[in-house]
T-cell receptor, first 114, second 111 residues
Framework: EAGVAQSPRYKIIEKRQSVAFWCNPI?????LYWYQQILGQGPKLLIQ????????DSQLPKDRFSAERLKGVDSTLKIQPAKLEDSAVYLC????????????FGQGTRLTVV | GNSVTQMEGPVTLSEEAFLTINCTYT??????LFWYVQYPGEGLQLLLK?????DKGSNKGFEATYRKETTSFHLEKGSVQVSDSAVYFC??????????FGSGTRLQVQP
């Protein structure tokens, strides 16, 4: 079974530039998550999708971050404009709906803002 | 709100030593509890889980018991190996399905 795919693996940008990350979840997984993991901290949820609808985006900085899930499958997370404090690893995860789900994580995109 | 507190690392052990990584939580309702592991250069992987009080999760020689009375889910292994060197995250899920993570504990096992 293919895992959660993310790209790119690494990205370096200057502050005030924009950047986008892509995620392809495991086939058939209805729920998709984006987490932000700052160095030395645990992952923090940014946004949760159920199919192509948003379930929770309460911790997404909406003035600069946006996310969409195309046709309930792939997802993109965008930052515009980036700030130094956005330097982190951005993790995508997916899970089946129903029961006590196990979330499967991608390898993440490491963003460095200089 | 929900939160998870883990012991700070790094934890450095010799091979075959006994491991305990402490985890306590605060949550509304009855959460499911998880341990995830992140090996160098790899993504987060589920190590074990427990969904109700007194359940014991186990995998690869690791164990953790869901203790509701002490709101704890400590990770243990009787004999660690160099290959266990990784960052370990305790996490909870209250049914919203989005995980709340602790800050992680880095384990270094020396031969």
């Amino acid at each position: 079974e293919a895992g959660v795919a993310q790209s790119p693996r690494y990205k370096i940008i200057e502050k005030r530039q924009s950047v986008a990350f892509w995620c392809n979840p495991i086939s058939g997984h209805a729920t998709l998550y984006w987490y932000q993991q700052i160095l030395g901290q645990g992952p923090k949820l940014l946004i949760q999708f159920q199919n192509n609808g948003v379930v929770d985006d309460s911790q997404l900085p909406k003035d600069r971050f946006s996310a969409e899930r195309l046709k309930g499958v792939d997802s993109t997370l965008k930052i515009q404009p980036a700030k130094l404090e956005d330097s982190a690893v951005y993790l995508c995860a997916s899970s089946l709906s129903g029961g006590s789900p196990q979330a499967f994580f991608g390898q993440g995109t490491r963003l460095t803002v200089v | 709100g929900n939160s998870v507190t883990q012991m700070e690392g790094p934890v450095t052990l010799s091979e075959e030593a006994f491991l305990t990584i402490n985890c306590t939580y605060t949550a509304t309702g009855y959460p499911s509890l998880f341990w995830y592991v992140q090996y160098p250069g790899e993504g987060l992987q589920l190590l074990l889980k427990a969904t109700k009080a007194d359940d014991k999760g186990s995998n690869k020689g690791f164990e953790a018991t869901y203790r509701k009375e002490t709101t704890s889910f400590h990770l243990e292994k009787g004999s660690v190996q160099v290959s266990d060197s990784a960052v370990y995250f305790c996490a909870l899920d209250t049914g919203r399905r989005a995980l709340t993570f602790g800050s992680g504990t880095r384990l270094q096992v020396q031969p």
